[in-house]
């Protein structure tokens, strides 16, 4: 898988979980089972907006040659996804969710070995 590609799929799966938490908060975390109230929707809404923002711009960067502003494009999404798996394997060891967090977790994990691939890939041509 290219980079741009990789860069493609992840930033569909953000835009999607990031349309349906602004949109309908309430169907994603109760697919979850996470109690939910107006906090929570709260909170929900505004990590929906970040995820749309932000995987925008993921998908653009795909489309650029600039190695240096891909390798940052990298570099900033293995932080994200390095640390929005150790969240979500935290709420699973707290006892927060179902399944549907153990696959958000499963999710989170390749994403960041995949763009542990491409860091290290990338620095060796850099």
Do not use: C
């Not at 923002?53 to 489309?63: D, E, F, K, Q």
């Amino acid at each position: 898988m290219t980079l741009k590609s990789f860069f493609k799929l992840n930033a569909f799966i953000g835009f999607f979980f990031g349309t349906v938490l602004l949109i309908s908060p309430a169907l994603l975390l109760q697919l979850a089972n996470i109690s939910s109230g107006n906090g929570t929707y709260l909170t929900a809404h505004l990590l929906g907006i970040e995820l749309i923002g932000t995987n925008i711009l993921l998908w653009r960067m795909g489309n650029s040659t600039d190695p240096i502003i891909v390798y940052t494009a990298v570099q900033a999404r293995l932080v994200i996804e390095n640390l929005s798996f150790l969240i979500v394997l935290l709420a699973k060891v707290e006892g927060l969710g179902n399944h549907l967090l153990s696959a958000i977790a499963v999710i989170y994990l390749l994403s960041s070995l995949g763009y542990a691939y491409f860091y290290f890939t990338l620095k060796k041509i850099l």
